[in-house]
């Protein structure tokens, strides 16, 4: 019975904590970039879409040189009223070097 509790306990410790080299990436931009790091809070996160160059507004047309991976994620944090909202926003995770940009549902980045 102690067996079966400890993998149970070890199993729930490791599924918990698997996050993707871009969902971590996501989750050090939103902590840096928040009002109060330490109510951040995550969600979820969706599936990975490609991001080509011609998803770049004003991009070349047809272009479809992969440069990165956009994701939404949904999280709570507080905002500049220290009040706890939950949030939804596309990020783009470059596949050059790993930078974070947050972007709007046309891509352009804020």
Do not use: W
């Not at 019975?1 to 989750?27: D, N, W």
């Not at 995550?42 to 507004?57: A, R």
Request: aromatic share 8%; with cysteine; glycine share 8%.
């Amino acid at each position: 019975m102690k067996h079966l509790l400890l993998a149970l306990l070890t199993f729930t410790l490791f599924s918990c904590s698997t996050q993707t080299k871009e969902q971590k990436l996501i989750t050090e931009y939103v902590k840096k970039n928040a009002n109060d790091p330490s109510s951040y809070e995550p969600v979820s996160f969706g599936e990975p879409h490609k991001f080509t160059m011609s998803d770049i507004p004003g991009g070349p047309a047809g272009d479809t040189t992969t440069v990165g991976v956009r994701i939404r994620h949904t999280y709570r944090a507080k905002n500049k009223m220290g009040a706890l909202v939950l949030e939804t926003s596309d990020f783009l995770v470059s596949r050059l070097n790993g930078d974070v940009l947050a972007i709007d549902t046309d891509g352009t980045a804020y």
